[in-house]
């Protein structure tokens, strides 16, 4: 079956790291996805991962486990402008998304 | 960028209207779109997937009468939410694939649809 699992919220301090985990189960798996959301927008791409290994991109990281179908997102140097729901999505062979629930991440000063 | 728009990101209507919402591919051409709800503090559910030229591949549980999508041109798809009731009133989203993407999907900025 397609399963997607990730936290419902996390809180993290200004400054700080933070690693949002998120775990997938998708036939003809095609590539793992992050998506920021504010409240009230629509999602902003963060990062695509298909092959194994960390991918890093400024302040956000990436990293992808296919054998353990298990992806994180890493966020250092937390702004307050980070606060949101990061949205985590995995494609399977026909190029759909399979969507997680969403992480609430709240930024404390 | 590839960027995406929708129009209108706001609608208030009357019960039993019809809502048409555009989403546009504005410097790319989109092979495929793609039509999400999203319910507040839910994930995104995908509603259906439209190919230029062809019928809309609608998922399962959503009325396909209820919900006309018309992809007329390779930037252009329409969403009519046709006799609207309160339970539909929700975030709609639109994204869309460029021929050469296909992994990336750009995301419009969404229509909010409250319904009396």
């Known amino acids: 079956g397609q399963n997607i699992d990730q936290p419902t919220e996390m809180t993290a301090t200004e400054g700080a790291i933070v690693q949002i985990n998120c775990t997938y189960q998708t036939s003809g798996f095609n590539g793992l996805f992050w998506y920021q959301q504010h409240a009230g927008e629509a999602p902003t791409f963060l990062s695509y991962?298909?092959l194994d290994g960390l991918e890093e991109k400024g302040r956000f990281s990436s990293f992808l486990s296919r054998s353990k179908g298990y992806s994180y997102l890493l966020l250092k140097e937390l702004q307050m402008k980070d606060s949101a729901s990061y949205l985590c999505?995995?494609?399977?062979?026909?190029?759909?998304?399979?969507w997680g629930a969403g992480t609430k991440l709240i930024i404390k000063p | 960028g590839a960027v995406v728009s929708q129009h209108p990101s706001w609608v208030i209507c009357k019960s039993g209207t019809s809502v048409k919402i555009e989403c546009r591919s504005l410097d790319f051409q989109a092979t495929t779109m793609f039509w999400y709800r999203q319910f507040p503090k839910q994930s995104l559910m995908l509603m259906a997937t439209s190919n230029e030229g062809s019928k809309a591949t609608y998922e399962q549980g959503v009325e396909k009468d209820k919900f006309l999508i018309n992809h007329a041109s390779l930037t252009l798809s329409t969403l009519t939410v046709t006799s609207a009731h309160p339970e539909d009133s929700s975030f709609y989203i639109c994204?869309?694939?460029?021929?050469?993407?296909?992994?990336?999907?750009?995301f419009g900025p969404g229509t909010r649809l409250l319904v009396l």
């Open positions: 999505a995995s494609m399977d062979s026909n190029y759909q998304l399979i």
């Open positions: 994204s869309a694939t460029t021929g050469t993407s296909l992994e990336t999907q750009y």
């Open positions: 991962n298909v």
